[in-house]
């Protein structure tokens, strides 16, 4: 999978916190690297910073000299970008994006690339701060990041290692998996995560009794906050996300019901020797989830 | 509601994380401070450490004297000690405990004391830190801490103010509610939370399969770890609680399965406007909970 990226023209398009900590993260890695923003300020902001060689107004021009391009943009604008400037990427050239949903991307992607002898491969890298915007962006944003990388059966050796080359460059820690495999893992390993703590801050803030809220929300601490933390997310991100990955959300969701109502069930009947079991068991696993990220890169979870 | 603790002899029974630093916060604060804990070496410890005044091995010879017990034990062995220990207390002493569930310590206390003219009430201090034990006790566990105290139509006004004094002594924040309220809250701001955290931990990480597993292990990453934080709690512990406080918890979990159920169907039919605006009402109630608790004490949360 060896190649080097000093012989490439990138481009990044969308410069958010993700698009421009790549684009710092890739300054001086390859031959030539274009930014491009659909706002005017952010292109003065990486050109002035030298974050970027050229960032022009047209994303057409962005892209039509690029060896790889790699799309940092919301999921919807990555499959509308996709469809709209097929026919401005050159020929051989190599795509790939930045989307927290595989799938339905890489779907769009050879879809609207393959006629033009143009190459999708799709990436999901796990970065990103509580931060958003070109302003928040730093070079380190993907050091020791997880990346997936989500080939098909069309997909193109060289394109693969094109992609590969990529995110090497950056300091991430790469995994090669199936868009439909990315999915179902990512809707357990996240997605979910987020429906349950909205559940939980609505089932507990949400109650029109003007004591009864006070108390709610004087009576909530630690455990709450943590539980609940995600669903300070964005609202708009996260609707894009979940439209994108329906179903393997929904068999994320029926899986958790499965384990909450035998929750319930042992709590129900009475059967709290089982239910202190099931929590220990809990408890054994959680505990060894965090062992193995405190030993990874030395991290402290 | 003013009373002192200066002509008042007080009894900690029970020498963990709580009992040891409600008796370092009350030191020097009432005429006479005596601890119980079945260990030698605590009571050793805390006499060693002038922490307390005296400290009997037999928790009858503890509470005998005693204008005020507190029992700070674990919910069933509060339960028991008052069945046990009904006969030892003084005729017209005040005993109070630090459970976390109300209803059944409250009713079981007032059953097991009324026939012997010993006043019961309830009270409930949220406060604690990962530790347990004496050894980590540290006297300003209290400073600022919500204390919940629950009387009911039976409490004798003068057992409520020194139970009232006793709090206010360590710096706390007094709320006055009935048991069952109570119960029915915390069932909501606590409880509900660890059964989720539970929930989620066994439905991403009990995984057979070795490379799924291993996936799932790596893929968690930061919403996971807070989502399932206290899942890592003490199961025995909370087993103690669920158990203690059944009904108020199965009409939490009802209340939270009611929003659950309205998120799965908006994703399973593909309403996601109403989605994306019941996450944005979701993210508006936490975000001002966490404004709510911000001004409160000048915390950061």
Same mark, same amino acid.
């Given at each position: 999978m060896e190649m080097s990226l000093k012989d490439k023209s990138i481009a990044v398009i969308g410069l958010g916190l993700l698009g421009t900590s790549l684009a710092m993260a890739l300054k001086g890695k390859c031959r030539e690297l274009t930014g491009w923003s659909r706002q005017e300020k952010v292109r003065r902001y990486v050109l002035d910073n030298g974050i970027v060689d050229n960032a022009p107004e047209s994303p057409s021009e962005a892209v039509c000299n690029a060896d790889i391009t790699v799309l940092c943009l919301p999921i919807p604008v990555i499959c509308d970008f996709l469809r709209q400037h097929a026919g401005d990427f050159k020929s051989g050239a190599v795509v790939t994006d930045i989307g927290s949903v595989k799938g339905i991307i890489v779907r769009t992607g050879e879809e609207a690339l393959t006629p033009s002898g143009v190459k999708f491969v799709g990436s999901h890298p796990m970065a990103g701060t509580e931060k958003t915007g070109a302003f928040a962006?730093?070079?380190?944003?993907?050091?020791h990041a997880e990346v997936f990388i989500t080939p098909t059966e069309n997909t193109d050796e060289s394109a693969l290692s094109s992609v590969y080359a990529l995110w090497s460059a950056v300091g991430t820690a790469i995994r090669v998996i199936t868009p439909d495999y990315h999915d179902r893992l990512v809707a357990h390993t996240s997605h979910i995560s987020h429906l349950l703590a909205l559940g939980i801050t609505l089932s507990v803030l949400?109650?029109?009794d003007p004591q009864l809220r006070r108390d709610r929300f004087s009576g909530c601490a630690t455990g709450f906050r943590d539980t609940s933390r995600?669903? $300070?997310? $964005?609202p708009s991100m996260w609707r894009e996300i979940i439209e994108a990955n329906q179903q393997p959300v929904l068999e994320a969701i029926a899986e958790f019901e499965r384990y909450f109502n035998e929750i319930k069930e042992l709590i129900k009947s009475g059967r709290f020797d089982e239910f202190e079991k099931l929590f220990a068991r809990g408890k054994e696993l959680r505990d060894s989830w965090i062992a193995y990220k405190n030993s990874e890169h030395n991290c402290k979870w």
């Open positions: 962006a730093f070079p380190g944003l993907y050091d949400n109650e029109d995600i669903a $300070s997310s $964005s």
